[in-house]
């Protein structure tokens, strides 16, 4: 199919390094898909994101823009969802095992996490897990 693209040619495209594993981990995370992908692309492209001094920045800005649409919620459908997909979903951003172990660390529970959330819509989980 012509309009499909790969994570991977966004990366070459906008000359992203292997080694840039946080960039990497949130368009992951926020282009699920080819209309994503796409748009991500097209947006990258008419912004000129190559030339600001923040690309780094700009670029995981942009993923979250078109992205976050993936991880909207109800408290019904938080029940249903592992840890994992439920802390994604509630802060909008990768949960990889190390914050999972802060989690577990803290003793936190989804509840009081999703309280300081509606609280403070700005605040990461790693920021709310020191309010716990």
């Not at 800005?61 to 592992?82: F, R, V």
């Not at 840890?83 to 577990?104: C, D, M, Q, S, T």
Request: some cysteine; aromatic content about 10%.
């Amino acid at each position: 199919m012509k309009n499909q693209i790969t994570l991977n040619q966004i990366l070459e495209q906008c000359e992203i390094s292997p080694k840039a594993t946080v960039i990497i981990e949130q368009l992951e995370f926020f282009l699920k898909n080819d209309k994503d992908r796409l748009t991500f692309i097209d947006q990258y492209e008419r912004r000129e994101l190559w030339k600001d001094k923040k690309q780094s920045l700009k670029l995981i800005q942009l993923a979250k823009e078109i992205g976050e649409y993936h991880y909207t919620y109800n408290a019904d459908q938080l029940e249903s969802m592992d840890e994992k997909e439920a802390l994604e979903h509630i802060f909008v951003e990768p949960v990889n095992p190390g914050k999972l172990y802060r989690l577990w660390e803290h003793k936190a529970n989804i509840a009081d996490l999703l309280l300081i959330k509606q609280r403070r819509p700005e605040t990461s989980l790693m920021t709310a897990l020191l309010y716990v």
